[in-house]
Every structure is written in C-alpha cells, then in structure tokens.
C-alpha cells in the first residue's frame, strides 16, 4: 500500500519534473551542455500564468497555452542572442555552463528587479478533492497529471517519429554530415529551443500552481533535472522520462517514509552512486 | 625483454578487428611490425599499451624483473614497467612548452608530488641537459617556444617517449607526418640505443624501405593476425605477404 | 569600521577560495561546482566542534578543513574520472546536500535557528576582529605564494599536463587519477579551512550562508579575472565583491526604499558581467597567462654527442 501511494503521489510530483527533463535534455542533446539558464525558463513560464491568470483575470486553464508559448519565444529569443553566437565561437561545454549560469542570474535577478521578490500565487481553479481505491488527489492535480502525460507523449511522438525529431538528431550526432544532406541547422534548432522552451514553462505553470509563485522555483528543481539528465544518459529523452519519474517515485516513497529533507539527499547521493557504478562498468 | 600476447582478441559491434593465436615482441632488438590498412596495426598497439581493452585474451611483459601481466594494470602502470607508445595522430600538451613537455616525460613521477610545490628547483642541471640534447638534434622553429606545425608536434610526442627511456618502445607510424631528414635523424637516435641495449623497439610502418632498412625482425599482421613472421629478406620474398600486401 | 573590518576579512575568504578554485579548475581542469559545500564543511564543522563540543577555535577549524578534505577525497574517487559535466553535477550536489544535512541535523548545527556564539579568538583583547583580519591575511598571502610556485613547479607542471590531454599524460607513466585526487583533497580542504576561518566571521551560522550564490561569485570572479591568471582570481574578486559589496554596499548614496534591492541588482550584474565575458573576453580580463619557464637553455651537452643521419 505504502508503494502504491508512493508511486501514485510520486507520478503527480514528478509531472513537472518530467516535462523540465525533457526540455532540458532535448537542449542538451542538439547542443551538448547543460544550460543551467533552463531554470529561467520554467520561472517565466509561472510568471507569465502570473501575467494572464492574476493581471488579465483570464481563467487558469486559459493561461496555461499563452504563457507556454511566450516561454517557448523567451528560450528563443536567449538562443539567438546568446548562445548561439558562443557556440558560434567555439565557448567550450564547461565555459558554456558558467555562460548558462551568467544568464540565469541576468534573468533571475532582473525579474526580480522588475516584479519584486515577493512570493505571487495562481488563481486556482475550483479544487475538489476527489478519492478512488484509497487514492486522493484534487482535480486540478489530476488534471495536470493528464495534461503532463499528453505533451509528454506528443513530444516523445515528435522526437522518434516525426522529421524534426530526426534532424535534431542528425545535427546532434554530426553537424557537418547534416547540414550536407541538406538539414536546415539554423530553423532545426529554433524548433529545438522553442518546445524545450515551451515544455519549461509547462512545467512552471504546474509548478507554481500547485504550489507558488517565487523567482528561485526555477533553480530549485534545475538541480534534480540535470542530475535525472546526466543518469538518463548524453540525450536520451526516453531515459529523461524514466528517470524522471524513477526520482519522483523515490522522493515520494522517502517523504513517506521519513523527513522529506532526507530524500532530497537520497535522491543527489543515489545519483553519484549511478554515475559511479555506470564509470565503473565502462572503464 | 618479452612483450606476450596470447589469444588475444579486439571485436567492435561483433566485428572482429584483433584476432591473434600467439605473438612476441621485444627480443630482436629493432622490430617491425607492417600490414595493409587496416588490419589492425593500431589496434594492436593500443591493446599492448592497456589503451584499448581487449575482449579477450592475455599480454604478458618481461623486462627483466620477472614476468608482468598486463591485463589488470592501467595505462600509466604500464607506462611505468616500462613499455610506452608514440602516437599515430597528432598528441600533445597545447600549453607546454617543447621543453616542458620533454622535462615532464623524463621526471620520474616520484617527484612531483606535493611537497615539489617547495622544491628550489624544479628541474635538476641532468634533466635539462637531457632536454637540450634532443631539442638541439632538431630544427625546431623555436626550441624554447612551443611545437609550431604538425609535424614539430608529432616529433616531440616521438621525443617525449624516447627521452622517458622506455625499456620498450612502440612506434605507430612514427614517420607519418614528418620530413624524411626529421624521420632518418629519429630512427638513427633509435637505432643507436638498440645497438647500445639501452631499449628494444616495435616500428609499425608503411614506409616499407624504411622498415627493410632498419628492421632486424619483421611482423606481417593482416586481417587481425600475424600471418607471417622473419628477418626482412624473408618477408620481402614471402608469397603471403607479397599477395596480401605489396600488391603483387 | 567594524563592518569595514568584516567586509575586508570576508573579502580575502572569496580571494582564498577564487585562488583554489584556479589550481582545480584553471591548472588541473576539474570543474569543482560545489565550492559552497567545501567551505561549508569547513564553517559549519568549526561551529559544531566549537559550540556543541568545546573544541578550541583553531583546533576546531583544523579538524573541520580535514573533515573537508576527506569528504572531497571520498568524492574524488567515486566520480573524478567522470566527464567534466559529470564532475559539475556530482560537487553541485554534494553541495545541496551539505546545504540540506545543516538544516536536518538540528540537534547538532541548530537547524534553521541557527547555531552561536562564535566568537574571535584572544578573549579580552582590544580589536579582536582586526587581529583575526591579519590572521586571515596571512593565510591567504600564503595561498597565493603556494599557488604560484606550484604553477610553476613539477607537480603543476603535471597537472598542466592532465587538464591539456590525460590519457597523454597517463600514457607517461603519470598516475593522472592519484594526482588528480591528492590536488582536489588538499584544495579542498584548504577551502574547507577558510570555511573554519569564516566561522568567527559570521559569529552566527545560519543555513542561509550555503546557498550556491557563493560558488557562483567565485566562479564568477574565477572567469572574469582570467582562470589560467594566478592573479585572475584577485582581479575578479576585487571586480566583484570588492566593488558591489564594499565600495557600493559602503558608500553608495542608496535611498533607503531601494536598499533591499541592492543586493538583486549586484547578482544581476554579476549575470550580465559573466555573460559580457564569455562572450567577448573568454579568456578573461587578465587573458591567458605566458610560458614562465626557464628559456635559457642550459649550455650544449657535453657528455653525448648528436648523431646526424
């Protein structure tokens, strides 16, 4: 029973957590670092539900679309002012990281200047809490858990079995070989940036609502998704998505069982154990 | 001196690139070992050197001291038995100077621990004398600044192994890349230090002139194994050899 | 002059801990993301030992960098030979949990509340805290002159080595892993021991204190000084810390509505100096740093005479 709630609470913990994955490992993959500036993405995804829902009164499951896409257009807008011209001048993985961290703060703290520090909340939906075979949820985590797996599948759709997904591919594995079978790198990778972009600011919306609305939310999950990345494997969105919810599944079942401080540090020592077992056996 | 390899083996994906029954290297003195493009020269090499594990099979070495296996050592204990490798394609430490990267190979590893950090000096006058007299050997564009072309890179990686006075040396295609007077003065410097048993040599070439006239024993290895093995006058009028290689 | 005082002394701890993180990072490559967490072993276990336990203060700190020392020695051989990205995800987390094992183990570090008094040491003496600003300054004008000579020394030299190409230097017969993890222990622990030094400092430690923010500041003083520059590291912190929180900080004409957000605009900078850097001065202010070695060649052998073919 115990494993049934840990699983069940884990997957609603983890829909956003998988959505964050998957964006950020999509970058990862076509781009080859980590982009730390990916929390940013997922902040301004809540703040602009923040902007539509709270500012614009608009309903809450109407925000969700215009502030997905706006941080879609806000992951763009860095790539090409940004990063794109340090790839262009061969910034290394590791300078490109603390480039990613530079762009974090720039973000973090310039929103912060902006809207100020405070904490900002949803306007939720109406919640009912509802109860099946011993399991609870409200209506809106549900909700999100349906809404979570259906751009999860459409993204993992797009990336094994659509055009797109096998250009990004293509541009990941060999950029030269690419480009002279005629992929378009630069709109390939636009494309790229902008779902990574937009599952981000899902992720964010769900986040925020499930909970608040602060400028650090973003950085607090980064952490988490960049260690589920590094175990899933160099750009394996399906391993993303497994690990995802293997780390969701594990914090939920140590909430449960103890403190739930102690499976924060569970979670970051088991994934030092996995890239130490996983050297171990290559070396 | 004894470099063993038996049922040795190397598969990528299934595919064999390293299939060999039994060879020995390291008892004649200048060494050669040939073989059309891939056959497996390099890979050879790397599973000698504990660059590339093998999938299976073992490799012995004997300097004296009374027999090493080599299967469970890493890359640097090996380096330290005293077997090392010149590389094929182009090695190098971008921010060392030519002459660093010589003093770093001939440092015994001994003595750059922490407490070097307090040292007076860094490099003993023996050390340096070393350094110069493989430097000034050679017409480097600029012997106290860093190897400039391709090629200056691909001797000092050649000088690095010769100056750490291995008691085994492996050269992969040491003339590739180099100037055939640079190439000449390197095997003449080899040469001599076989000739003084100082160390024992493995030359992997497609210079094949160069091979007949240096080589005091010759390897043939294609697909994967030694098909044939002798003095150069043998192999040079082997049917084998003369079917698979030279094109003949 | 108090605040001066505290702001100088917490000034050479970034110093001391830019000037380590360019022997991991600029000489031996490893890209230690986890600085917070090194220094924080360091300040937390002085302040454990010193409250909880009644160690004396300097024996307390010495214990605590050892501590320090270990943890990243136990680390290093678990992951070090990982990939760069790897390295950084594995010391990002070590720190968070340090971060977080401060606020669980109330019964030992006081949790949230937070854990008191550390006081300097010389009870009874005038100026404490400008004695324990020489002391600090001691230790780091030592760090720095240790750091310059192992640049130019035969283990820096190795190290040198591993960052341009390890399997290269591996192939010499240099046990690149062993020295690796001997260079990121030592460094560690020294970042620990100015995490010991920082305990006096903050005379009240608070789990706030080990928030990443502290990496990133000498992470970023690190690259806009110049990683490869032994002096780089100063540069950046006096670029820094030294200009948003002394000079600004100290003397800006700030009105007081806006104080509170002083802070958000200095990391906000930060963002943007970084960024400004990377792009268009990556090798940082001070750029990359010559070869210093011995040109002179020693006199021509005597001994061996050149065989020309």
Known sequence: ?283 | MKLEASNLTKAYHEHEVVNIESVAFGSKGLEGLIGPNGAGKSTLMGLLTRRIAPTSGTISLDVGDGVHKLNPLKSHEVARIGLIKTNQRIQGFDSLTIRDSLRLAVTPPKSEGLMSIFAGERDSEDIEEKVSHYIEAFPFTDRNGYARSGGEKKLVDILRCLIAEPKLLLMDEPTAGLPDDITRTVMDMVREKVADGKMRVVVVEHDLPLIWEYCDYVHFLSEGSILFEGAPEEVKSNRVVAEKYMGV | MDYLIFSFSLMLVYIGLAQLLHIQFGLAGIPNFGVVGFWGIGLYGTGVLYVEYDVPLLVAILLASAISAAVAYVLALLILQRSGQAILAATLALAAVVATLVVTEKQLTGGVQGLGTISFPFPGVDGRNAIFLGFILAVVVGLIWVSARLRDSRLGRQLIAIRDNEELAASLGKDTAATKRMTFAVTCGLMGLLGGLSAPLNQFLVPYLLAPSLTFAVWIALVLGGKAHNLGAMIGVFATFGLFDILVETYAPVPPDYALMVPNFKLFCYGVLLVLIIMFRPKGLLGEDGPRTRTNPVAAPTGETVKEG
């Open chain 1, 1 to 283: 029973m115990l494993l049934l709630d840990a699983i069940f609470i884990g997957l609603l913990e983890a829909s956003p957590l998988i959505l964050a994955a998957m964006g950020f490992t999509l970058i990862y993959y076509l781009n080859g670092f980590m982009n730390i500036a990916y929390a940013e993405t997922i902040t301004f995804g809540a703040y602009f539900a923040i902007l539509f829902n709270v500012v614009l009164g608009l309903h809450f499951y109407m925000a969700i679309v215009p502030s997905m896409l706006l941080s879609g257009a806000l992951s763009v807008a860095v790539y090409l002012a940004i990063f794109r011209p340090a790839l262009n001048r061969g910034v290394g993985p590791t300078e490109m990281i603390i480039l990613s961290v530079g762009v974090s703060f720039m973000l973090r703290y310039g929103l912060i200047l902006v809207v100020g520090p405070e904490n900002l909340f949803l306007n939720e939906p109406n919640i009912t809490y509802m109860q099946f075979a011993g399991l609870g949820a409200t209506n809106l985590q549900l909700v999100a858990l349906v809404l979570v797996f259906i751009t999860a599948g459409i993204l993992y759709w797009m990336i094994y079995n659509t055009g797109l997904g096998e250009q990004m591919r293509g541009l990941a594995n060999n950029h030269e070989l690419a480009m002279a079978s005629g992929i378009n790198p630069h709109l390939t990778s636009v494309a790229i940036w902008f779902i990574a972009g937009c599952a981000g600011g899902l992720s964010g919306v769900f986040s925020g609502v499930f909970a608040q609305v602060t400028p650090y939310m973003g950085w607090n999950v980064i952490l988490i998704t960049m260690l589920v990345t590094i175990v899933a494997g160099i750009g394996s969105v399906r391993g993303a998505v497994i690990a995802a919810i293997v780390a969701g599944i594990l914090t939920s079942f140590i909430t449960l069982v103890s403190e739930p401080l102690y499976s924060e540090v569970a979670l970051l020592l088991a994934f030092i154990g996995v890239l130490t077992y996983r050297g171990a056996r290559a070396a």
